[in-house]
């Protein structure tokens, strides 16, 4: 008994005397791994949102010159329209099948393992978009878009994972935003290239989709060369050297005890040593409202409407007055600000922090989009209201990119423990793709029905998921892994279990039956 309680007494050590964790610098390493990381991913996904947009008549006139060649009459227009459709929404389906995958491989090939996997499915898309012309194949076009999706679908779920494992909390949500910063910067390449001055011609649209080679060529020439995820290396392969050297790399410092304690002690933390499945991952009581605050966040990141002002950019514009021909470039001006608005929220996420990114953001979109609703119903009757149209459709893509563009995927990764995590990204991933999908489907349908009023369910998810936020989702910024899974211990309902365990692995940690380090308690870990 009163061994019990020096034990309780050591573990409730005086907070002053544990040293808080040193400021930690960017690296070299770190950078690289996020920059390369995200530039055959997360470039590529935001690229292939907007690329289709500039060639579209020269694709639909394609599928109609090649049909004439084969069966000697031209496609109807319906035909027409439905070809298209499927070349746009197949890329969602893609990625919901690579989305389906990503426990899978990130099991047997690891985090960097699989994303250097992943370009050889970007490469043989660019191939087959880039020959489909040659070929009179459009079928090599559909195909090629779905192997895109599917690259999209795996690094959608696997980058952010990577990215959350490699950083030190102090600049976890920073170096997390280089994900939708590279989003927002495919969106704004793929519009530049796809001016009419570049490759938006009828004789040059194919080198827009062999650009897709490049960046995934890019990433396979570097990243071979940067470290693996060290949670991964020691959590799940249990490689302490490998993890070691990685912790090296990525924080510039050789003392790495405090961070492999700590990832020590989460592991002897969790019920389970193995990657656990879906299944386990519903079943999973302490991780119930996590993985609710996921699914909710992941389905507003979709339907909170952006991808419909994507998809449709060029037809919203039209309608709103302005000329034709010079859509395109106004179109740069979304790209531009979209970039400009994900950097800005990389640079403060640390300081403000993700819970009120997300809030601010869902609710300007809101707002915005009260208000582009007006300015598009009365635009026919005041010459300078599509002006007001058009300014509401950029402090709409500003509002999405402050938080919701990106904060989502770092939340994913941090919600969850490290054998819950993969299962987690899955969920995220389906419920992404299946969203996705259902705007690109439905969206004009209910466009056509409700006119100018179609934004108005925007609203309705934009506030809903304000609110929702407002009163469930806890503050990540600067929390373990562990602190995390703490804060949401009493809306679980499982806080005694949850003390009890943690209580008991201290204990055991520090009565000498398991690895210890002089760090375990005076110092506190980057991680």
């Known amino acids: 008994m009163e061994e019990n309680t020096k034990k309780e007494e050591k573990w409730n050590i005086d907070s002053s005397d544990v040293k808080a ?42 599928y109609n010159q090649t049909w004439m060649e084969r069966y000697d009459e031209p496609l109807r227009e319906e035909t027409v ?29 690891g985090r960097k393992g699989t994303l250097l996997a992943n370009n050889a499915l970007a490469l043989i898309a ?18 090629g878009r779905f192997i895109i999706g599917m690259d999209s679908g795996v690094a959608l779920s696997v980058l952010p994972m990577y990215l959350g494992e490699i950083s030190p909390r102090q600049v976890r949500g920073s170096i997390g935003q280089f994900h939708a910063i590279f989003i927002c910067l495919g969106v704004f390449i793929g519009q530049v290239l796809g001016l009419p001055e570049i490759f938006g011609q009828e004789t040059r649209w194919h080198f827009l989709f062999a650009f897709l080679a490049f960046p995934a060529l890019l990433q396979l020439c570097v990243l071979p060369f940067l470290p693996e995820s060290p949670r991964f290396l020691l959590m799940e392969r249990r490689d302490e050297v490998a993890a070691e050297k990685a912790f090296q790399a990525f924080l510039g410092r050789t003392d790495v005890s405090r961070e492999l304690d700590e990832v020590h002690a989460e592991s002897r933390a969790q019920n389970t040593q193995r990657t656990a499945s879906v299944l386990e991952l519903f ?22 409407g952006l991808n419909a002002i994507w998809y449709y950019t060029n037809g919203i514009f039209e309608k709103a007055g302005f000329e034709k021909a010079l859509i395109p470039y106004i179109t740069l001006s979304t790209g531009g600000i979209e970039t400009l608005a994900a950097i800005i929220s990389g640079l403060v996420i640390e300081k403000i922090g993700r819970r009120p ?18 300015f598009l119903h009365f635009q026919d009757s005041f010459s300078w209201m599509p002006y007001l149209s058009f300014t509401s459709i950029l402090l709409l893509i500003a509002s999405f990119c402050s938080g919701p563009g990106g904060v989502p995927f770092v939340l994913t990764g941090e919600l969850f423990e490290q054998s819950y995590r993969p299962a987690a990204f899955m969920v995220a991933g389906t419920v992404n793709w299946l969203s996705n999908f259902a705007v690109g489907l439905l969206f004009p349908f209910i466009q056509e029905a409700l006119q100018t009023f179609a934004f108005l369910l925007f609203v309705v998810v934009c506030a809903a998921g304000a609110v929702y936020l407002l009163v469930v989702l806890p503050e990540t910024k600067n929390k373990t892994f562990v602190e995390i899974s703490q804060s949401f211990s009493k809306i679980n309902g499982v806080t005694d279990q949850v003390q009890e365990r943690e209580m008991q692995d201290v204990l055991e940690h520090t009565d000498g039956n398991g690895p210890q380090r002089g760090g375990d308690v005076e110092m506190e870990s980057c991680f």
Do not use: H
């Open 126 to 143: 660019a191939l087959l978009l880039a020959l489909g012309e040659t070929a009179r194949s459009f079928e090599m076009l559909i195909i």
């Open 21 to 62: 964790p040193p400021k930690q610098r960017l690296t070299v390493c770190l950078i690289s791994a996020a920059f390369f990381g995200s530039v055959g991913s997360s470039f590529l996904y935001g690229y292939n949102l907007s690329v289709v947009n500039a060639p579209a008549s020269f694709i639909k006139s394609f």
């Open 283 to 304: 079943r999973k009581r302490s991780l119930r409202w996590q993985l609710i605050t996921v699914v909710v966040v992941m389905s507003c990141y979709q339907l909170c």
């Open 81 to 109: 329209t439905a070809l298209w459709s499927v070349t746009v929404s197949v890329f969602a389906i893609g990625g919901l099948m690579g989305a389906l995958t990503v426990s899978f491989l990130i099991k047997v090939l």
């Open 357 to 374: 990114l997300l809030i601010f953001g869902f609710s300007a979109m809101a707002v915005f989009f009260s208000l582009l609703t007006v």
